[in-house]
């Protein structure tokens, strides 16, 4: 990583907003958020990579009460200059092991972030994370895209998905070990300058297994958040797995007596 906010430091965070501007549109914001407010219904919701609080704003001015963790301190800062950044519980860690206070209706991972953690066994770390946040009947939902493999003929292990006169932008891909990382050239009035950033894809299978292990069980999964049928042709989900209101406690400490509502 490069410093300890890891790749998403002071040079990522202040052109964030920006260069993700299409995703903070309320077309992109508005059915996340109101998905995310059905299920937290008169409970807490917990954020994991709230960043600069794309999601997390608007869902607290619905009325929930929002805490996040995330590990960029700088993303972080970006949160708290907003209006009403300040409501905005955030622990400052990593979303896999970091743990809060008392437990929440719903525990949220948007936005292709499950893949920042760039081992399986982060990953499902991840997951136990969640479930050990969630009062039973909660909820952990995930935003992530359907690896793009197809688009990979054999031999090749890169795939363009922009290219403009100043800026071309690449994946590539390691079939083996489902490593893959993303790489940007700009060109601005000089040389050239490349960043990268890795990340590990995952099926939904492979997702799903993950929440078993977590003791948790899949609810809905959805091409989008408008809940349209997820399909063969789908290059994107939403999964929403159901943590048993028959499930005992985590021995973690984590308080888990909370009210029970159960997923819609």
Same mark, same amino acid.
């Given at each position: ?97 970091? @743990?809060?206070? &008392?437990? $929440?209706? !719903?525990?949220?991972? =948007? ?8 081992? +399986?066994? %982060? ?11 969630? @009062?039973?009947? &909660?909820? $952990?939902? !995930?935003?992530?895209? =359907? ?8 031999? +090749?292990? %890169? ?106």
């Amino acid at each position: 990583m490069h410093d300890e906010d890891g790749y998403f430091g002071e040079r990522v965070a202040a052109t964030y907003d920006a260069s993700a501007a299409d995703m903070f549109h309320p077309d992109a914001v508005d059915p996340a958020v109101e998905v995310l407010a059905e299920l937290a219904g008169d409970g807490r919701a917990l954020e994991l990579g709230v960043g600069t609080g794309r999601i997390a704003l608007p869902l607290a001015r619905r009325g929930i009460q929002v805490h996040g963790i995330d590990m960029s301190r700088a993303m972080v800062a970006r949160l708290r200059d907003k209006p009403g950044g300040d409501t905005i519980g955030v622990t400052i860690g990593d979303f896999a092991t970091t @743990r809060v206070a &008392g437990t $929440f209706a !719903v525990v949220y991972l =948007v936005f292709n972030t499950i893949n920042n953690l760039t081992t +399986q066994e %982060a990953q499902v770390a991840c997951f136990r994370n969640a479930a050990a946040h969630m @009062r039973p009947g &909660g909820c $952990f939902v !995930v935003e992530v895209g =359907v690896p793009d493999l197809r688009r990979l003929p054999p031999g +090749q292990q %890169a795939v363009p998905f922009h290219v403009s006169p100043t800026r071309w932008a690449f994946d590539t891909y390691d079939v083996v070990t489902q490593a893959m990382s993303s790489h940007y050239f700009t060109i601005a009035n000089g040389p050239a300058e490349h960043r990268s950033i890795p990340f590990r894809y995952v099926w939904p299978s492979e997702l799903d297994l993950m929440a078993q292990l977590a003791g948790l069980r899949l609810r809905h999964r959805w091409e989008n958040w408008v809940r349209a049928p997820f399909t063969s042709e789908s290059t994107a989900h939403i999964s929403i797995w159901e943590k048993p209101i028959d499930q005992k406690a985590p021995r973690s400490g984590v308080n888990s007596r909370a009210g029970q509502a159960s997923c819609p």
